[in-house]
């Protein structure tokens, strides 16, 4: 999972499009925090700033204003193929013989293997170890004279999740592969950031396309920062063309067969984010209610594990009738645990994010209420937290079905072994986690809450259907780009 956002500046706009870049990546933080980066066009020349670290630090007022023009892609990175070190920040660069390229990627790739080997001249020429850098690599050399015509007759070679934000000199470009596995929006800019325009209330140019200023972003929690109006999702297959001065252009390249990461709704997205039509905090609060008719518990109170946890909290409090209460505090500044890279960091990381309420949680029967269990080892720490301030009773309750099965498209869940839920009944998962019962949403709840039909959506990681098949070499495989080089002879 990443963040992109793609911004284009009207002709004689007052704004530059890298602070529009930025900033509505700003919103899309919790998507990847371990790097993040800007790429900028002012029509002829491409220029990119990127560094590891969160975007605050990465992308701060000193670095902004020199990155000038009117076209800007913005990536943060959360890592599913490639170490996290400079060179595989994000937005990717590449000057070809036909165009100089920037990418910005949120997925996966599944064939890696298979492009590696259809790349002129092979690893050694990529610079940094990520299936993006490889997709960059693979236009950048496509002889077609445009990067469009390029896009078209590269994407079809290309398998598993990719949601691209691709800049070149003239345009910003947005990609969807044809399940459409990570989401993209596109939203159109408020007619306030033209210095030239005329008097008029404030608002949009409903009518005027091609005055317009344009954004492409994950969530719509990024088109809200920066002040942009939904326009619509890019569609599954589809390729959205931004220009200065023009309407947008759409091509498709792939025929649709939707497949949204269904995570997406239940965790990975903002809550005061559009997903499918549905603002997620009502899903996730429905999903909450699901949970409570399916897994009731009597307690004293209903509580989240903050934040993400909070919708379904409140949704299970709602239909069971009983008292919400927060009894855990969130250090604002420490990050998701899940996104961390490394197992012994996602440890260290949960005692330095919660602090429990010692008065609300003390003698008290609690239903906890949290939005997935991946390795088991967050949850075990929260019980005990919980129980060391005093509770009573802990009883743990999912607004997700086990995951059972590695996530391919863009989630570092690639190894089955680190899910508990693959290894572990649901009893021995409650044993592990010391909670005094434990029950998990169940897909039909999911679908129940989403009132949309499973087809729509992919599920894999709880029901092992993967929309797009996955190679059996693809397991594990994070690193095959950093794999030693065979030496043959
Ligand atoms: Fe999302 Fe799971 Fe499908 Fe991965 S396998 S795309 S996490 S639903």
């Known amino acids: 999972m990443c963040g992109v956002f793609g911004a284009v500046v009207p002709p004689g706009s007052g704004t530059e499009a890298a602070t529009v870049a930025a900033l509505g990546l700003f919103a899309l933080q919790h998507r990847g925090q371990e790097s993040a980066g800007v790429a900028v066009s002012d029509g002829e020349q491409l220029m990119l700033y990127k560094d590891l670290g969160m975007i605050s630090s990465v992308l701060d007022e000193r670095r902004i204003p020199s990155l000038r023009g009117n076209l800007a892609i913005a990536h943060c990175r959360y890592s599913t193929t490639g170490s996290t070190v400079w060179e595989n920040a994000q937005p990717t660069f590449r000057l070809g013989p036909r165009r100089a390229l920037a990418i910005g990627h949120n997925g996966n790739l599944v064939n890696t293997r298979e492009l590696l080997a259809s790349l002129t001249g092979g690893r050694a020429r990529l610079p940094a170890s990520t299936d993006t ?57 408020p007619a306030e950031d033209r210095i030239d325009a005329p008097e008029r209330p404030a608002g949009l140019w409903p009518e005027d396309d091609a005055a317009s200023g344009w954004c492409l972003s994950s969530e719509t929690a990024g088109l809200d920062i ?91 409090a ?40 010692r008065e609300v949680v003390r003698g008290k029967r609690l239903a906890v209420v949290d939005d997935s269990i991946v390795r088991g080892t967050t949850t075990k720490q929260i019980v005990s937290i919980l129980r060391r301030a005093g509770a009573a009773e802990v009883h743990v309750r999912i607004s997700a079905p086990p995951i059972y099965h590695p996530c391919f498209y863009g989630i570092d869940t690639q190894v089955e072994t680190e899910l508990i839920a693959a290894t572990h009944s649901v009893e021995q998962i409650r044993e592990f986690i010391g909670a005094d019962t434990l029950g998990y949403l169940s897909i039909r709840g999911v679908l129940a809450a989403l009132e949309l039909p499973y087809e729509r959506f992919c599920f894999a990681c709880f029901d092992g259907r993967y929309p797009d098949p996955v190679p059996y070499d693809a397991a594990s495989r994070k690193f095959i780009l ?3 080089i065979p030496v043959r002879g």
Not at 158 to 187: C, H, S, Y
Request: hydrophobic share 40%.
């Open 133 to 189: 850098e490889l997709l960059t690599a693979l236009l950048a050399d496509e002889p077609a004279a445009d990067t469009v015509d390029a896009l078209v007759r590269v994407l079809p070679r290309v398998r598993g999740a990719f949601t691209l934000i691709v800049l070149d000199e003239k345009r910003v470009i947005g990609v969807r592969d044809p399940f459409g596995f990570r989401p993209l929006v596109l939203g159109r800019l």
């Open 226 to 316: 920066v002040g942009a109006e939904y326009v619509r999702d890019v569609e599954p297959g589809e390729i959205v063309i931004l220009e200065a001065g023009r309407a947008p252009q759409s091509v498709r390249y792939a025929t649709a067969s939707p497949a949204l990461c269904v995570f997406e709704l239940i965790y990975f997205a903002r809550p005061d984010s559009y997903m499918e039509g549905r603002n997620l905090y009502e899903v996730r609060r429905r999903m909450g209610m699901q949970l409570a008719t399916e897994h009731p518990a009597e307690t004293d109170l209903v509580m989240p594990v903050p934040d993400t946890g909070a919708p379904a909290a409140a949704g299970y």
């Open 318 to 357: 709602e239909a069971s009738g009983i008292p919400y209460r927060e009894g855990l505090v969130r250090n604002r500044y420490s990050g998701r645990t899940f996104i961390q890279p490394s197992q012994t960091m996602r440890q260290r990381g949960v005692t330095i994010k919660l602090n429990p309420l």
């Open 482 to 484: 950093e794999e030693p």
